[in-house]
């Protein structure tokens, strides 16, 4: 196996970890949780700055 | 106003400008950005030695000595750096044409990839947002009102460094912490006399843990685009960009260890020259620029010794493998002298700064209570070397993770269990980052480095991953903010190896930053209520007024007289507290230039004079306290006599009062 080939495997194996850490990671259910109070905090921003603005 | 704030600018940059002018004239030893970043440490030892001065021997810690002092050393220092390189014009012209070849060299990096620039807007964009919050917000956390400017409004009311009388727990905190940090925090009060960017103290160290982490990178012949790219991201952490505009101290702590780590690696690297930064090398400066950050560090807080052990331990063990043909040569030729060569310098250049920057708080402790960690137990093997009130940390651990092992701790803290970012998150703070790109690509880099021996590599690892493992807390994610260093640094490596094809990982690391971007608000600071302070003048923009959720179910019945307390006590007067109150910091006024004492336990006899011993101007205190019920007794008598005798004054007028609280100001009542 050339050093090329070991670098893409290396590559593939370093992506598969990264996505399932991501699954783990974005699976928790208290993320919709955060989500859902950060699009809160955002939806106020809007309609504050909207405010300001006018 | 123009005036305190000119006084503030002026004698920053003159302080800051000129450690960088001094380092200047030692280039060839230290790199460009550790300049920068030893600049910053050198101006922040200068700040807390001379605070440590002012305060502890001449009892003076006021705005006016202390601007004069620093003006004083550092135009001193300015005046001799100039001096001592003959022509002051040239390196005047040398230092800005470095920083011009130096500014466009970053541009050019930065435009050569789309990716970097895209995530040096994020952070730009973010760090106007923090600043924006800080200057609009009062210091809102919890730990800032209840020790850290607290300490701050001790130390300015006293003009001096002193232990004040442990009236309740919290005193004795107050009293045993070291202080280091809190000094810095008063640097941002003491001439604007006003607190409003105190509470953006930590975005210095930010800076410095940005340029500290390229640095280590670069060190880590980490190409210079992969190492700018990887620095961005461990702003890109929640509880970092949650933190940076509190009181807390948790981001200059991890940034100092890094500092430190930072100039050691210059004694690392030096076993192989090749891989200094610099032509030459010149052990002494670096070695004393990691001991004045390791100093700071050690003065921070009660984590510091640990940190510090450590950091010693692992300068040792590379002393020794550097000198290990000294100690045990195999002929006689090799055999040097191991003291004069290594532990002499060692000594001189990190234990010194290391000592006289942060030992004070812990000798004075042992001094005071006979425990230098007072009042922390200390035992070894159950023989117990330090006597203290306590032999566990005092807050339980959550019962979420109570019974869980270490590494199901981890994965429940960095997996981010919880519905939203705090700046003291317990149980998240990491973020996505670390967990999902940072953490394999450090797994990544650690194997790699072993497998190519690449001692550089794993002495800065080793020594970030020991202080992590032994670390009491290391659940409590802002005390590890260190580890999301370590893991960029490790990604820029991971980037540079992939090369080209890596470049799918840089999109998931933006995409990453950017939902941290979007996603750590801090729900204490809503929009509304931005809105609402945009209106108001500096003057009525409290705590009272914002009521932070963080705080609010536990201190609504404390916001009316912290608003009195906020409007009306003026420079110099006194406010007398009789009970143990939610906070200590509410009870000064904005600037700290008021002050408070504890008047109690109360005692009909003497309570008054007391009071009047203490030039206190007015007094707080419960509703229906004994306190309450004797003036309440005093002031009807009073009132008998003025009515009788036609006059005027009374010894006590209500000045405040609410269901739970009153404050009445002290009149001086004439003699009938």
Not at chain 1, 18 to 37: C, D, G, K, Q, W
Not at chain 2, 126 to 137: M, Q
Not at chain 2, 180 to 193: A, D, Q, S
Not at chain 2, 626 to 634: L, N, P, R, S
Request: proline fraction near 4%; include cysteine; aromatic fraction near 16%.
């Amino acid at each position: 196996m050339t050093e090329e080939q070991k670098k893409d495997y290396l590559y593939l194996l370093f992506i598969i970890t990264v996505i399932i850490l991501a699954v783990l990671y974005f699976t928790v259910p208290e993320r919709s949780m955060i989500i859902e109070n950060q699009m809160q905090w955002w939806k106020e921003f809007k309609e504050t700055f909207l405010g300001f603005l006018s | 106003m123009w005036v305190t704030i000119t006084q503030y600018i002026f004698v920053n940059v003159l302080l800051f400008s000129s450690w960088y002018i001094y380092l200047f004239t030692k280039r060839a030893s230290i790199s460009f950005i550790d300049r920068l970043i030893g600049s910053c440490v050198l101006g922040l030892a200068q700040i807390i030695a001379t605070e440590l001065v002012l305060g502890l021997i001449f009892r003076m810690l006021y705005a006016g000595p202390l601007f004069w002092l620093n003006v004083f050393m550092s135009s001193t220092l300015l005046a001799f750096t100039l001096w001592s390189n003959n022509s002051s014009t040239s390196t005047m012209g040398n230092v800005f044409s470095e920083l011009n070849e130096k500014v466009c060299g970053f541009y050019r990096t930065m435009r050569s990839d789309t990716l970097l620039v895209v995530l040096f807007i994020l952070l730009a964009i973010k760090t106007c947002w923090i600043v924006f919050i800080g200057y609009l917000f009062p210091s809102y956390t919890w730990d800032s009102l209840y020790y850290h400017l607290p300490i701050v409004g001790n130390i300015m009311q006293s003009g001096a460094i002193l232990e004040n009388p442990d009236n309740f727990q919290i005193d004795t905190f107050i009293n045993i912490f070291p202080k280091n940090m809190e000094l810095f925090f008063l640097w941002n009060v003491i001439f604007l006399k006003s607190s409003s960017i105190t509470d953006l103290s930590q975005l210095l160290f930010i800076i410095i843990g940005i340029l500290t982490t390229y640095s280590i990178a670069v060190k880590l012949h980490i190409g210079a685009k992969s190492a700018l790219f990887s620095s961005f991201l461990i702003f890109f952490t929640p509880v970092v960009i949650l933190q940076i505009n509190t009181n807390y101290i948790d981001i200059a702590v991890s940034v100092l260890l890094l500092t430190a780590v930072n100039f050691l690696l210059y004694e690392s690297l030096s076993i192989d020259n090749s891989s200094l930064p610099v032509e030459g090398h010149n052990r002494k400066y670096p070695l004393f620029l990691a001991g004045v950050a390791a100093g700071i560090l050690l003065g921070s807080k009660g984590s510091g010794p640990l940190f510090t052990i450590i950091i010693v331990s692992a300068l040792i063990v590379q002393e020794i493998i550097k000198h290990r043909k000294q100690i045990y040569p195999r002929d006689p030729g090799e055999k040097g002298n191991f003291m004069r060569s290594s532990m002499i310098p060692y000594t001189l250049y990190f234990i010194l700064p290391l000592i006289v920057l942060g030992s004070y708080w812990y000798i004075k402790n042992w001094v005071l209570y006979g425990n230098p960690v007072y009042p922390m137990e200390v035992s070894v093997f159950n023989i117990t070397i330090f006597k203290g009130l306590y032999k566990k940390m005092l807050d339980p651990l959550p019962s979420l993770i109570e019974n869980s092992s270490y590494f199901i701790r981890l994965f429940h803290v960095w997996t981010e269990k919880t519905e939203f970012y705090l700046y003291d998150s317990r149980l998240s703070g990491l973020g996505p980052l670390w967990f999902i790109l940072l953490l394999p690509s450090l797994v990544f880099a650690l194997l790699r480095s072993i497998r190519n021996k690449e001692y550089n590599w794993l002495f800065v690892s080793i020594l970030l991953i020991v202080t992590f493992a032994v670390h009491p807390r290391n659940w409590t994610t802002r005390y590890t903010i260190f580890m999301v260093a370590l893991g960029a640094i490790s990604y820029g490596s991971v980037m540079d190896f992939f090369g080209k094809k890596g470049r799918i990982t840089s999109i998931i690391a933006l995409v990453l930053a950017a939902y941290t971007f979007l996603t750590v608000n801090s729900l204490c600071v809503m929009p509304a209520k931005i809105r609402e302070f945009m209106d108001l003048p500096a003057k009525e923009r409290t705590i009272a007024r914002h009521k932070p959720f963080n705080i609010d179910i536990h201190a609504r019945q404390e916001y009316g007289y912290w608003m009195w307390i906020s409007n009306y006590i003026r420079e110099g007067e006194t406010l007398a507290y009789t009970f143990e109150p939610l906070f200590l910091a509410p009870l000064w006024n904005d600037g700290f230039s008021s002050k408070t004492v504890y008047a109690g336990p109360f005692n009909n006899h003497d309570w008054l004079r007391k009071l009047k011993d203490r030039n206190v101007t007015y007094v707080l205190l419960r509703t229906h306290s004994e306190e309450d019920i004797w003036i309440e007794k005093k002031s009807r008598a009073l009132t008998g006599i003025v009515e009788e005798s036609g006059r005027q004054q009374v010894e006590f007028q209500m000045v405040f009062s609410d269901d739970n609280y009153k404050i009445v100001k002290l009149v001086k009542a004439e003699k009938s």
